[in-house]
């Protein structure tokens, strides 16, 4: 049924003739990071986003990526030539300028245009914003423990008491009233973000 699955949407990609793709690096439950293959193209009906396979990888560097997702473009005869857009996180195996992913593949096909992921960027604005200020660092880590005591099914009772004498303090009561609305606008960004349906002019608005 899997290979049944996997040829419809190869056949669909090849009648969409034009296609762009996205991979990550992810570890299966062996812990053997595998590739991620996403691809999006357009049909009659709107714009689809399949996934279509996890690649071997025989190393993290560019050169090892890239082999890895052209051979897998050969083997489904993709013509890399259709490809008009690629995306992935801002790591420089990845979208490096000269020798990443993105200038190897567009060194097959200069019109695959890179367009950097928005979610993965979205991620580091928030990470940086909570990481140059001690005091909220510190708060992060705190609602981190929370979660960890509210779902693990072994008690930790030294850092529930911790947590609850925390909970008392004025200090993480404002925090969390300040970092609520913030975070709910992250969070309805970054679902926007990965929506299928999403353009290039809607992401750049959402960001800026």
């Known amino acids: 049924m899997g290979k049944q699955v996997m040829k419809t949407i190869l056949s669909e ?8 793709i996205s991979v990550d690096s992810t570890p299966d439950i062996s812990h053997v990071d595998r590739l991620s293959c996403v691809f999006r193209y357009v049909l009659n009906d709107g714009p689809i986003e399949r ?5 071997s990888m025989k190393g993290h560097g560019a050169e090892d990526l890239f082999n890895s997702l052209y051979s897998f473009l050969e ?10 857009g690629q995306s992935y996180d801002n790591a ?13 593949i567009r060194e097959k096909n200069p019109l695959a245009e890179y367009v950097p992921c928005f979610a993965h960027s979205l ?20 609602v981190q423990n929370f979660t960890f005591c509210a779902d693990s099914v072994v008690e930790a009772r030294t850092t529930a008491a911790g947590i609850a004498k925390k909970m008392d303090q004025l200090e993480y009561g ?3 009233e300040l970092w609520t609305p913030i975070l709910d ?19 750049v608005q959402l960001l800026t």
């Open 75 to 84: 083997e489904a005869k993709l013509d890399i030539k259709y490809c008009r």
């Open 185 to 203: 606008r992250f969070h309805k960004t970054s679902l926007k973000l990965q929506s299928p349906q999403l353009d290039l002019n809607e992401a």
């Open 174 to 176: 404002i925090l969390l």
């Open 123 to 142: 991620n580091l604005v928030g990470a940086s914003a909570v990481n140059c200020v001690t005091t909220v660092s510190g708060f992060f880590d705190f």
């Open 51 to 55: 996934f279509v396979q996890f690649l």
């Open 13 to 20: 990609i090849r009648g969409a003739k034009f296609y762009s």
């Open 92 to 104: 420089s195996n990845m979208a490096g300028k000269y020798s990443g992913l993105q200038a190897r």
